[in-house]
């Protein structure tokens, strides 16, 4: 199975401050991961997929980046509707798997 | 309005079974893949497995063959996922999605308790 390593567990930034998410794959996946955001109580959202493809309705401030085994989800200037768990998962191979997660807090 | 509609919260005893369902509305599911996640209490996503319901075909994570049944009726454009010999680590919110999309269920949650 793939193994993804989203870090740090935890982030706390100020509003209006660029804030940037890791994903470590286990092995090359190309461009094969995709982002979602999930707010407390809330179903998970898709924000970016295959790396860096945007997704309709989801805010400009939300871009992504990489390939084969690293890459990193970013958020312009946050806003406090930001606030957030942050999931990578990958499409390269069976089974699917999640990353661990990433809490976006407020400071 | 695109939609997958989930059944409502369960309730079973150890050892039990359940079948979820997850109803689209306003597309087909044989034009996409239907995928199932698992979330406990506090925890990260883990995804179940898939069905394609053009053909029924499935995939698993190993980790819930046996334990997982993903089956489609496109006649009621519904999926569906079976657990069997329920215990307290099934105890989570499950969620139908359509793959790569915007499209998730509201989640069902299920309680494992005697």
């Known amino acids: 199975d793939i193994l993804l390593t989203q870090s740090p567990a935890i982030l706390s930034v100020s509003p209006g401050e660029r804030v940037s998410f890791s994903c470590r794959a286990s092995?090359?996946?190309?461009?094969?991961i995709h982002w979602y955001q999930q707010r407390t109580n809330a179903s998970p959202r898709l924000l970016i997929k295959?790396?860096?493809e945007s997704i309709s309705g989801i805010p400009s401030r939300f871009s992504g980046s990489g390939s084969g085994t690293d890459f990193t989800l970013s958020i312009n200037s946050v806003e406090s509707e930001d606030i957030a768990d942050y999931y990578c998962?990958?499409?390269?191979?069976?089974?699917?798997?999640f990353g661990g997660g990433t809490k976006l807090e407020i400071k | 309005e695109v939609q997958l509609q989930q059944s409502g919260a369960e309730l079973v005893k150890p050892g039990a079974s359940v079948k979820l369902s997850c109803t689209a509305s306003?597309?087909?599911?044989?034009?996409?893949?239907i995928h199932w996640v698992k979330q406990r209490s506090e925890q990260g996503l883990e995804w179940i497995g898939r069905?394609?319901?053009?053909?029924?075909?499935?995939k698993y994570d190993p980790k819930f063959q046996g334990k997982a049944t993903i089956t489609a009726d496109t006649s009621s454009n519904t999926a569906y996922l079976q657990l069997i010999s329920l215990t307290s680590e099934d105890t989570a919110v499950y969620y139908c999605?359509?793959?790569?999309?915007?499209?998730w269920g509201q989640g069902t949650l299920v309680t494992v308790s005697a």
């Open positions: 999605v359509v793959g790569l999309s915007a499209y």
């Open positions: 306003a597309f087909n599911i044989k034009d996409t893949y």
């Open positions: 069905i394609d319901p053009a053909n029924g075909s499935t």
């Open positions: 092995q090359n996946i190309g461009t094969s």
């Open positions: 295959y790396a860096s």
């Open positions: 998962q990958q499409s390269n191979s069976w089974p699917r798997t």
